[in-house]
């Protein structure tokens, strides 16, 4: 019950109502996300989204070389993106088989371009058209490290990230080797050079053109690397393992030792979560996974060859975090719960204390060059 008249019909309010639906009906742009005519829409969760893509299986390819113009192409279909663009992105996806989707997941609006060959041979980059935080989230070891994939959509949607870009290839799926440097045991059981189609460690992939392409784009944005572990099975658990990519003590107070010492307010168990760049952390003696070799991490940290040498000096944009299948498993197989989960609780609150806000006119500003 109220005295006051409940709709005020006044003429003038009319002609604002009808003007505004005119605006609206003339600018889809206002209306609604726009590139519904160019880009395909699906209402489902970003994470199920993520999760139903393809992956090249382990040693099913000779090489993982790809075609500089492929490169090149695949920059300017991401520059469209960017730019939002959608119709030239839409032809440019279509002359280099990517499929261009727009993902409605509840209130949030994501494009992404993902490879569209049977392969599952190269990267899904996602374009979150909201964006509220400068921060870029990279799953480089998808299906290898499971869950790290469903990780990214979850952390690029909850924080209201930038970007997302996960890997289409298994690390081991080519038969040759990187020309960077690192060994690793994962592929074959004996230490070895990294596959080239390890997203993380060969600088001539489309997943390291994007990220490139993406932390040039946006130069304050925090870029995250997500990976899998395997569990401690003795000493002191050690369930994550945070670095800024940096092969030194960090005396800058970097966004990832500012992360971790978020994280250890909320997981509070000693040695649970460690980091490699706070020498309060060595007490735990814990594995050495520390992301040095990782080429997105070397890249955005300014060094001059991402391929090979240490960083000891750093821009401190790099976040890098190995977790142990505790804290993983919830999100390759119980994402949709993934609230519940402690890890995801206690990640999703410290990035959202320590990761950059997009400025206000940021998102008016997007260029076409
Ligand atoms: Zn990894």
Redo the contacts with the bound molecule.
């Keep these: 019950m109220s005295g006051k008249p409940s709709v005020a019909h006044t003429p003038i309010h009319s002609a604002a109502f009808c003007l505004t639906l005119l605006l609206l009906a003339a600018s889809p742009a206002a209306a609604q996300p726009s590139g519904s005519r160019d880009i395909p829409v699906v209402r489902m969760p970003l994470a199920a989204w993520v999760a139903s893509r393809p992956h090249a299986l382990p040693d099913t390819l000779a090489n993982f070389e790809t075609p500089p113009d492929r490169i090149t192409k695949f920059r300017a279909l991401l520059q469209s993106l960017v730019a939002r663009n959608w119709a030239q992105a839409a032809a440019q996806a279509r002359s280099m088989n990517y499929l261009l989707v727009m993902i409605r997941d509840g209130g949030r609006t994501f494009v992404a371009a993902s490879d569209d060959s049977q392969t599952g041979r190269d990267p899904t980059v996602i374009m979150n058209l909201i964006p509220r935080r400068d921060f870029i989230v990279g799953a480089?070891?998808v299906p290898?490290?499971p869950g790290?994939g469903e990780q990214a959509a979850i952390f690029l949607g909850d924080l209201a990230g930038r970007a997302a870009i996960i890997a289409g290839a298994h690390?081991c799926a080519s038969r040759s080797f990187t020309a960077c440097d690192g060994t690793t045991d994962?592929c074959g059981g004996a230490a070895e050079r990294f596959r080239d189609s390890d997203a993380?460690h060969n600088v001539t992939t489309l997943y390291h053109a994007a990220h490139v392409l993406l932390a040039a784009r946006w130069p304050s944005s925090v870029v995250m690397?997500?990976?899998?572990?395997k569990e401690d099975t003795d000493g002191v658990r050690t369930s994550v393992i945070i670095s800024n990519g940096i092969s030194a003590d960090d005396t800058k107070q970097t966004v990832a030792t500012r992360f971790r010492t978020m994280l250890g307010r909320r997981i509070t168990q000693p040695g649970a979560v460690v980091s490699c760049n706070l020498p309060a952390d060595a007490v735990h003696d814990f594995r050495r996974l520390c992301g040095f070799t990782n080429v997105q991490g070397r890249s955005v940290n300014g060094d001059a060859n991402a391929c090979r040498g240490n960083v000891d000096e750093g821009t401190g944009r790099f976040i890098h975090m190995?977790q142990d299948g505790s804290v993983l498993q919830p999100y390759a197989q119980g994402w949709r719960q993934i609230g519940r989960h402690a890890y995801n609780r206690a990640f999703i609150s410290a990035l959202q204390r320590v990761l950059p806000s997009v400025r206000g006119r940021d998102n008016d500003r997007e260029r076409t060059d």
């Design positions: 480089p070891h290898f490290e790290t690390r994962v993380g690397s997500l990976h899998g572990m190995e």
